[in-house]
């Protein structure tokens, strides 16, 4: 009788601690999931809270997309002077080449008297200050044994007195440039790490300036793969690209007289395609505007003896695209200055109507005679 009382006993035992062991599980299980639900709705209380207090959603994302371009850059910076008169201040920045440099200098400050900054800097370049010259001059200097006509340490000069930080991620608005790698050829984009490094591998045109190494990789001029990289702000997010080319928007090949003239428009017809085949593949919603540059009025790649001219013509460009696409209103002086009140990344002062991925309402554009601003054209030649 004593072992089966044992056993009895044990049952009843094993049972209640079962018993009591499940009703711990369950009671644990309870309370966990409930407090996971309260943190829940807190953290959407907090959600619906931080929307209610920041007012309306975010609007459309604005980006600025600086093409390449090389002397003609400097048609950028009259660009620059109207749009941050008009209270322009895009939400991000994309740069190639020339428009790297641009760029990255207007990143660091969005204001007019930022832009009055470059144009004083673009007003003092020479021959002697980005190309300085050796001993070897003439046809000589594309005969040396090595793999640019040219050190970059003039070009760096420039771009260390344009930019105003050290890094791509300290810049006021977030700005991002392309160069082309020499590992596998393709395009890789900077979004942080030292500025001018960046900048100067994004216009480190093949050739005339060396490849510049970053993290063991070596990199050339940005414009050979993406020129005017406007998929590249689609992708990030941007509903509104403002595109500023350095020269006009159909580029037409001149006759070759010689080999080396049909291997260059070979290049830039090339280059060219990638920023038609971008226009013609818009995504619904996304709105282009262009400001383009002017042909002709560059003799050399190194002649700067236009600048002022180049200054003045994409004034009046963007003078034009501002009037047509109702891009803002004058800003007295000193609004967006240093110590005042600046517009808020990605807002124009009094908006007016846009044009989506197209022409305005005077009318669609016509091949080889389009008018200002239309997005379905083709972007200046060079890097």
Excluded: K
């Excluded at 790297?100 to 008297?113: E, H, I, L, W």
């Excluded at 002022?308 to 695209?321: H, K, N, Q």
């Amino acid at each position: 009788m004593v072992p089966a009382s044992s056993d009895t006993s044990f049952a009843i035992v094993f049972a209640v601690f079962v018993v009591v062991t499940v009703v711990l599980v369950v009671l644990v299980l309870r309370f966990t999931l409930q407090r996971a639900a309260a943190s829940r709705d807190r953290w959407l209380a907090d959600q619906e809270a931080d929307e209610g207090a920041a007012g309306e959603p975010a609007g459309p994302v604005t980006a600025l997309v600086l093409a390449g371009g090389g002397t003609r850059g400097a048609t950028q910076v009259g660009m620059l002077q109207v749009l941050t008169e008009h209270g322009f201040v895009p939400d991000r920045i994309y740069g190639s080449s020339v428009g790297a440099v641009n760029g990255a200098a207007f990143a660091g400050d969005p204001t007019r008297d930022g832009v009055q900054r470059m144009t004083e800097i673009w007003r003092g370049l020479t021959r002697e200050t980005v190309y300085p010259q050796g001993r070897l001059h003439g046809p000589w200097l594309y005969l040396q044994q090595r793999d640019s006509v040219f050190v970059n340490a003039g070009l760096r000069q420039v771009v260390e007195e344009g930019i105003g930080f050290e890094r791509l991620e300290d810049a006021v608005i977030p700005v991002e440039v392309v160069a082309t790698s020499l590992t596998d050829g393709r395009e890789r984009w900077f979004t942080y790490g030292p500025a001018v490094d960046a900048v100067l591998a994004s216009s480190a045109v093949p050739a005339i300036f060396p490849p510049v190494e970053i993290g063991g990789e070596r990199f050339i001029d940005g414009g050979v793969v993406n020129n005017v990289p406007i998929r590249r702000a689609i992708d990030g997010g941007a509903t509104r690209i403002v595109v500023l080319l350095c020269g006009p928007p159909v580029y037409t090949p001149a006759s070759p007289r010689r080999p080396v003239e049909a291997m260059l428009n070979a290049l830039l017809i090339s280059i060219h395609a990638r920023f038609a085949r971008d226009l013609a593949q818009l995504p619904e919603g996304v709105e282009v505007i262009v400001c383009s540059g002017s042909e002709g009025g560059i003799r050399d790649f190194d002649d700067f003896s236009t600048t002022e001219a180049l200054i003045a013509l994409g004034r009046e460009e963007a003078s034009e695209v501002v009037r047509r696409y109702g891009l803002g209103v004058p800003v007295p002086l000193g609004t967006t200055a240093a110590g005042g009140p600046m517009p808020t990344p990605g807002s124009v002062d009094d908006p007016g109507p846009e044009s989506a991925g197209g022409s305005p309402d005077d009318g669609p554009p016509v091949d080889g005679d389009s008018p200002a601003g239309v997005a379905s054209t083709q972007p200046d030649p060079g890097t």
